[in-house]
């Protein structure tokens, strides 16, 4: 069946960039994308991808899909306190189901 | 502005005594759905519903019930609550650029 995988936890210093990994299983998919999710409040849209894309850039965020293998990276540069939160990659299978990580725990030390 | 409004955002309940958590949107979508969010897990869907008098059951529909009797409303409800049952729920709408979350229902049942 369709599965999404991240690994649980990230930490980085303050000022330096965070790369937040995920791979997936369905080849179907039509539109990857990025969540956060900050203490106690719900899912945050941070970016997405067409599948048809190899990447795409948003300010400091930079995506990164590797069809072929599968891939999905979320790149943020400069990386602040306040970019800690957990993120959630989730692949879209079509229907409108979208298919979500375990979730990746980013913690920035100052 | 557009949102997803969940009530409560925190309940403790006993086994067995039925619950409501409301769901209601702002931006007359279509799509609706539950998911609920388990350490370790990520977000697992209960169920949808693509439009009014639509639903079906997602991954995890065992002990949930849903109804959609108007466009704006999606209402998730537990007819006899089980421990197993206590998790971080959310409700979300689908636009063409990703879900909308709300911003939790945190369900204690003991």
């Known amino acids: 069946g369709e599965d999404v995988e991240q690994s649980l936890f990230l930490s980085v210093r303050e000022g330096d960039s965070s790369v937040i990994n995920c791979t997936y299983t369905d080849s179907s998919s039509t539109y990857l994308y990025w969540y956060k999710q900050e203490p106690g409040a719900g899912l945050q849209l941070l970016t997405y991808?067409?599948?048809?894309?190899d990447m795409k850039q948003d300010q400091r965020l930079t995506v990164l899909l590797n069809k072929k293998d599968k891939h999905l990276s979320l790149r943020i540069a400069d990386t602040q306190t306040g970019d800690s939160a957990i993120y959630f990659c989730?692949?879209?299978?079509?229907?409108?189901?979208?298919?979500f990580g375990q979730g990746t725990e980013l913690s920035v030390k100052p | 502005e557009a949102q997803v409004t969940q009530n409560p955002r925190y309940l403790i309940t006993v086994t067995g005594k039925k619950l409501t958590v409301t769901c209601s949107q702002n931006m007359n979508h279509e799509y609706m759905s539950w998911y609920r969010q388990d350490p370790g897990l990520g977000l697992r869907q209960i169920y949808y519903s693509m439009n009014v008098e639509v639903t079906d059951k997602g991954d995890v529909p065992e002990g949930y019930k849903v109804s959609r009797k108007e466009k704006r409303n999606f209402p998730l409800i537990l007819e006899s609550p089980s421990p197993n049952q206590t998790s971080l729920y959310f409700c979300a709408s689908l636009s063409n650029y990703g879900y909308t979350f709300g911003s939790g229902t945190r369900l204690t049942v003991v």
């Open positions: 991808i067409f599948s048809n894309m």
């Open positions: 989730a692949e879209s299978i079509g229907g409108g189901k979208l298919i």
